[in-house]
């Protein structure tokens, strides 16, 4: 069982930055983010394999948003730049130890607490 610990959510201005974090306890082969709005559907948002070969960005987020990791540390980083007021969500990492780059919820295993990011 591996356990996601997200950090770095928070609120921010239209235009600013965030990074979120989310560090797991054990191996994983990809990590993700998705995002859900009050009322909607969690989407993906971003996801790396361990390699950081082949990433994966939602076209919402894509050249505003970056996917980074380090892999001594089993991190992977989310920056949020550019933000805009429908980036408003909460925001979960997720995680499966099987080969292959996961796009949507089905495809992960394990999942973090969530953090919210608000833009306003």
């Known amino acids: 069982h591996v356990q996601l610990v997200e950090s770095g959510g928070g609120s921010e201005q239209a235009g600013g930055s965030l990074k979120l974090s989310c560090a797991a306890s054990g191996y994983t082969y990809c990590m993700g983010w998705f995002r859900q709005a009050p009322g909607k559907e969690r989407e993906g948002v971003a996801a790396?394999?361990?390699?950081?070969?082949?990433?994966y960005y939602a076209d919402s987020v894509k050249g505003r948003f970056t996917l980074s990791q380090d892999k001594a540390k089993n991190t992977v980083y989310l920056l949020l730049t550019s933000l805009k007021s429908e980036d408003t969500a909460t925001y979960y990492c997720?995680?499966?130890?099987?080969?292959?780059?996961?796009?949507?919820?089905?495809?992960?295993?394990?999942w973090g607490q969530g953090t919210q990011v608000t833009v306003s």
């Open positions: 997720a995680a499966r130890t099987e080969y292959g780059l996961g796009t949507r919820p089905q495809d992960f295993t394990f």
């Open positions: 790396i394999n361990r390699g950081g070969i082949r990433t």
